[in-house]
């Protein structure tokens, strides 16, 4: 009994790291540097597509706050997006300036990608499609539509982007 007892154990904490949003990388926002997503591990992530000329724009103080109430247990992972009305600055040192200047973003930030269509970045495949993220099918419709996952890598919630980064939809999974 103890020894199917340890294999089960065993056999969960494998597993439980196995989720293949962990093997993404995607090369930092204006930097030859590289996010790799298993640096993630144990923490909740909340992917963002987001842009700087957006009515959702100002959402990035709130997104910044949660990344700093909750910095033990979340991170909050920006990806600029510039295939709704061109609501993303063109160069990508204008974008890092700008979340820096005028909201003070310190939470990781990519390399500008598409969230649909036929280029869509495979983070976005694996979270828009039910047989890769266990969950549902999502359609990213605009800026600032929001993904939990868990610590371990599992898609727990989609918020559209009306759904504000501090509102209890969100906090409830980080109490």
């Not at 199917?4 to 904490?13: C, E, P």
């Not at 200047?101 to 983070?123: L, R, S």
Request: proline share 4%; glycine share 6%.
């Amino acid at each position: 009994m103890k020894t199917l007892v340890l294999t089960l154990m065993f056999s969960a904490i494998i597993g439980a790291g196995s989720s293949p949003f962990y093997d993404f990388k995607v090369r930092a926002l204006d930097s030859e540097e590289v996010i790799d997503f298993s640096s993630f591990k144990g923490k909740k992530v909340l992917v963002v597509n987001v842009a700087s000329k957006c009515g959702y724009t100002p959402q990035y103080e709130d997104l910044q706050a949660l990344s700093e109430k909750y910095a033990d247990q979340l991170v909050v992972l920006g990806m600029p997006c510039d295939q709704f009305a061109g609501q993303e600055l063109d160069v990508e040192s204008a974008i890092k300036n700008f979340c820096t200047e005028e909201f003070q973003v310190t939470f990781p930030m990519t390399t500008v990608i598409e969230v649909k269509g036929n280029n869509q970045h495979p983070v976005y495949s694996f979270l828009t499609q039910k047989d890769k993220n266990g969950l549902d099918d999502f359609k990213v419709k605009w800026n600032f539509n929001k993904f939990l996952l868990d610590e371990n890598g599992k898609l727990i919630a989609y918020f559209p982007s009306g759904v504000e980064p501090m509102s209890e939809e969100i906090t409830k999974y980080l109490k």
